[in-house]
């Protein structure tokens, strides 16, 4: 059975969010593909989880000794067995909302997502071998792709050696046919989806 995990960045939620509306096209096409698929959600739109602090880091390396399986691992344990990431956040500010990045911090645990073989070389443990990063822009996002930039690196110190991004860009632009753009976004979602 394929485990999907879904990262859920678009902070509009489901009734106004572009990006998360690209990515159920997304999902339904897996759900074609792989009937079996369990799909996890980790909504990050109620900003639930705090920043990491000095002290909460410390914390953290202290209780992964005691009991690594306390929730504050789960956003590690459930990154380290998905077999597909998926990431829909909308582009802000050149890359992602905050809440993005603060879940990536949770998710970036040693012992759990990543170790440090006896050579001293950084190696992920992450099983999946791919990971689709989602995004929406108002205006053109060009080289400036950063937040993708950034998910493909960490997904490369996880242990996920593909990174694929969909866009939808250009929606906020005056007179743009955004009906159009969404629909094209849409068809590339499920063309993505076949080739993994
Ligand atoms: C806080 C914020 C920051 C944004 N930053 C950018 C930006 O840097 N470049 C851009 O092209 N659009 C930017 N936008 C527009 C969004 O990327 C665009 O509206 C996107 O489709 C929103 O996705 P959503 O419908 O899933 O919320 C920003 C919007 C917000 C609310």
Request: hydrophobic share 40%; aromatic share 10%; glycine share 8%.
């Amino acid at each position: 059975m394929k485990e999907i995990l879904f990262v859920n960045a678009c902070m509009r939620g489901q009734d106004l969010s572009r990006t998360w509306r690209i990515s159920q096209a997304f999902f339904q096409a897996c759900k074609e593909r792989w009937p079996d698929a369990v799909i996890t959600e980790r909504n990050l739109t109620g900003c639930d989880l705090p920043v990491l602090s000095g002290p909460m880091t410390d914390e953290r390396d202290r209780r992964f000794q005691t009991d690594p399986h306390a929730p504050m691992f789960q956003p590690a344990w459930e990154m380290s067995r998905a077999d597909l990431v998926v990431v829909a956040a909308p582009y802000w500010d050149l890359a992602f909302p905050a809440a993005l990045k603060i879940y990536l911090e949770w998710a970036s645990v040693l012992g759990i997502t990543f170790h440090y073989t006896e050579q001293g070389a950084q190696e992920g443990l992450c099983k999946a071998g791919d990971l689709v990063y989602i995004t929406t822009s108002g205006g053109p996002i060009g080289d400036s792709n950063f937040g993708f930039q950034y998910l493909q690196g960490l997904g490369k110190m996880f242990g996920i050696p593909r990174a694929h991004c969909l866009t939808v860009e250009g929606l906020d632009v005056w007179g743009a046919d955004t009906d159009a753009l969404m629909a094209q976004g849409a068809q590339r979602a499920q063309e993505l989806a076949a080739t993994l």
